[in-house]
C-alpha cells in the first residue's frame, strides 16, 4: 500500500497543482470583474462631490432667500439650514459608493468556497488512501 501510495503521490501532487493554478486564473478574473463593478462606486463618489458643489453654488443662493423671505428669519440661520440639508444628501452618496467599494464586496468569494471545497477533497482522498 506504501508503494502504491508513493507511485500515486506525484500524481496527486502534479493533479493539485494543475488545479490550484487554475483556481488563481479565476481568482484574477473574479477580482478584475469585481473591480470593474466597483468603478460605480468611484463614480458615486464624484457624483457626491459634484452634486454638493452644485448644490451648493445653484440652489443654496435661492433656498436661502426664499427661507429668509417665507419665514422672516436671518439670511444667516436660513444658510446654515440649507447647508445642513445638503450635508445630508452629500452624506447619503457618500455613504453609497463606500458600501461598493468595501473590501467584502471585492473578495472573490465564489473562488475561495471553491478552493475550501477542493482542499476538503483532496484531504478526504488522502485520507480514504490512508485508511486503505
Not at 105 to 113: I, M, N, Q, R
Amino acid at each position: 500500500m506504501l508503494v502504491e501510495l508513493t507511485r500515486l503521490l506525484p500524481e496527486i501532487i502534479a493533479l493539485a497543482k494543475g488545479h490550484i493554478q487554475t483556481e488563481l486564473l479565476l481568482a484574477r478574473r473574479e477580482i478584475s470583474e469585481k473591480w470593474a463593478g466597483a468603478g460605480s462606486g468611484v463614480v458615486l463618489y464624484i457624483a457626491a462631490a459634484v452634486l454638493a458643489m452644485v448644490m451648493l453654488q445653484v440652489l443654496a443662493a435661492a433656498a436661502v432667500a426664499l427661507i429668509a423671505a417665507s419665514f422672516g428669519l436671518s439670511v444667516a440661520l436660513s444658510a446654515l439650514i440649507v447647508a445642513g440639508v445638503l450635508l445630508g444628501l452629500a452624506l447619503v452618496c457618500l455613504l453609497m459608493a463606500r458600501r461598493r467599494l468595501s473590501s467584502r464586496a471585492l473578495t472573490p468569494d465564489k473562488t475561495l468556497a471553491q478552493l475550501r471545497a477542493d482542499i476538503a477533497a483532496v484531504e478526504e482522498v488522502l485520507r480514504a488512501r490512508r485508511d486503505l
